[in-house]
């Protein structure tokens, strides 16, 4: 957190900050117009570049062979576990998997700092110590979508784009030290709806690359198609981001999730229980057929989709089915031409590498397999029809338990498995959203409500979670101090030229489905560490925690290094809060 980084990311706002925010204004009407009974199609204006012929730029040497990649949190400990699990990437998460409190933003971005320069190191209570393995993993990371915003960082008075700060941050500590060492900045894209969207990462890269002295194409992002609207411009989207195109991945949990947000309120998109929604079922089979053919034909990387189970190594026969269920599912990725996949465990990367080892045999990808006889069309992938589908109590239930258990995951900053699942946001939202149907008192085939039934939570508000937590108080000093307020808020008044500043978020209750408190929004309603301040805590339930004074605080629960680094900055002196309690 430095003043020359700082500085990097608002230069980063500044110049891509009112694009970001007209693309999401073009979200909320593409919105409107699906609720008023609009439905998506393969764009007609960019039929030439689905037609004509084109490749993305190859891989670089150590970003060939991605057979198993393993997600988590950035997290010091599991950063370790996942670099050395034997994987062959590792996907550092920012986004979906890490509870995106500030201290754990700010403390994944030097986690991976340590990671790179190999001088990371984690003791456990017991004694344990984790170092890294002499092999690694190849480093991936994922920042936050375009919908959300970083509020505990100022520029110009508002909040800077939360893709913004994590990928600057990470670029400018990291770009060059990636480049020495042999390999280069990595991405994933998540939540991308437009290839508009996509040509502003592009136009992100390119600038980035520039303003830090990186050869241009050092970067390479694979994006996420999570979306239902992204699955219509999958071509396009890499052609957007040819130069420095890594690949596409199949985001299943989040692609089901985004078939209710963007068409909650029709009723020939509901959707049975989670359970009975798999990979074969005719629409996710479309989806991922298109996604290999429209890869390999433009010598793109087709990765599939998460293997979400976490082992339990208490229970063998749970385990005995359950590996059986993500065999098969890896089995068939490869046959598909997939050229690598997803998982979530350390224990999953012998069980997804063999079946394609075995079906790749002594290359490093599938791009030969160019799929010629998929044909997909607008209607199956809109076809959502699972026959025999049904909602069921025992289906609700689950997708409650997950909600509230993914929320108590992110009280306590602790990874979290339920239900034999890793619980991300991804897993949550398909779980909250049909729970939020289910409350409508509909089902696959029911006659539909309209708009106004819609909950608040089943779509993406853009914006909405920076845009509730901005306060409008400035930091605040007496006598050199800072004002002492609640744990974990922020760090220091940066000086000039970047005229970036943290503050103090007063945090919102927003409706979401069924009147519940969207998992989404949960972090944001508990303290963001173990350590807090009793006195400061009004948390009851159906409402979120209102955070007293619109000040400045450095707490027990502070980092030592980002609290001295940030008083040094701002010239202010340090002052910890005396009632915080473990």
Not at 25 to 41: F, H, I, N, S, Y
Request: glycine share 10%; with cysteine; charged share 25%.
């Amino acid at each position: 957190m430095t003043a020359e980084a700082l500085a990097f990311v608002a230069r980063l706002q500044r110049e891509f900050g009112p694009i970001r925010e007209g693309l999401l204004k073009r979200r909320a009407v593409r919105q409107r117009e699906l609720d008023a009974g609009a439905l998506p199609d393969f764009l007609p204006g960019t039929r030439q570049i689905r037609e004509s012929d084109w490749t993305v730029a190859s891989a670089p040497r150590d970003f060939r062979k991605r057979w198993v990649e393993i997600t988590g949190p950035a997290e010091r400990k599991m950063v370790i576990n996942a670099l050395n699990c034997g994987a062959d990437v590792f996907m550092a998460d920012f986004e979906d998997a890490h509870t995106p409190t500030w201290g754990n933003m700010v403390e994944g971005q030097v986690n991976l700092i340590d990671a790179i320069d190999r001088t990371i190191e984690f003791t456990s209570p017991e004694g344990k110590v984790y170092r890294l393995n002499d092999q690694v993993a190849t480093l991936m990371v994922r920042p936050r979508g375009w919908h959300l915003v970083e509020k505990h960082v100022l520029v110009d008075g508002r909040p800077i784009s939360g893709s913004l700060f994590d990928f600057g941050l990470f670029l400018f500590h990291n770009g060059r030290r990636l480049l020495d060492k042999g390999t280069g900045p990595y991405f994933y894209l998540p939540k991308l709806e437009s290839h508009l969207e996509a040509r502003l990462w592009n136009q992100v890269f390119v600038f980035a690359q520039e303003a830090l002295g990186i050869p241009q194409g050092t970067i390479r992002a694979t994006v996420l198609v999570e979306t239902i609207l992204a699955a219509f411009e999958m071509a396009e989207i890499l052609h957007e981001l040819k130069d420095h195109c890594g690949g596409l991945n199949a985001g299943r949990w989040d692609y089901m999730f985004s078939i209710i947000k963007k068409f909650g309120n029709r009723p020939e998109f509901v959707l049975p229980d989670r359970a009975q929604v798999t990979m074969t079922v005719p629409f996710m089979r479309a989806y991922t057929e298109l996604l290999v053919r429209t890869c390999h034909r433009r010598g793109a990387y087709a990765l599939g989709g998460m293997a979400a189970f976490i082992p339990s190594r208490r229970d063998p026969k749970i385990n005995e089915v359950a590996l059986a269920k993500v065999r098969e599912d890896k089995v068939r990725e490869a046959g598909d031409g997939f050229d690598g996949t997803w998982i979530a465990h350390p224990d999953l990367v012998s069980v997804a590498r063999e079946p394609f080892e075995r079906v790749i045999g002594e290359r490093v990808h599938q791009l030969d397999r160019q799929r010629q006889e998929v044909v997909v069309s607008a209607k199956d992938l809109l076809d959502i029809r699972v026959p025999g589908g049904e909602i069921t109590e025992a289906g609700l239930r689950t997708n409650v338990s997950v909600a509230i258990q993914y929320g108590g995951g992110c009280r306590d900053l602790q990874p979290h498995g339920r239900h034999g699942d890793r619980g991300d946001l991804s897993v949550t939202g398909v779980a909250v959203a049909p729970a939020w149907e289910a409350s409508q008192g509909r089902a696959p085939g029911d006659p539909g409500v309209g708009p106004e039934g819609r909950g608040g939570g089943a779509r993406e508000d853009p914006g909405s979670r920076g845009r509730e937590a901005v306060c409008p108080g400035p930091v605040q000093r007496r006598r050199g101090r800072v004002r002492r307020g609640g744990p974990e808020q922020g760090i220091c008044r940066v000086p000039d030229p970047a005229r970036v500043r943290t503050h103090r978020p007063v945090a919102r209750p927003r409706q979401g489905p069924a009147g519940l408190l969207p998992a989404a929004d949960l972090s944001a309603a508990v303290h963001q560490r173990k350590a807090r301040s009793r006195d400061e805590m009004n948390w009851m339930p159906g409402t979120v925690q209102r955070l007293r004074r619109s000040s400045l605080v450095m707490n027990r629960s502070t980092p030592a290094w980002a609290a001295h680094a940030s008083c040094t900055a701002s010239g202010a002196r340090m002052v910890r809060s005396r009632r915080t309690v473990a």
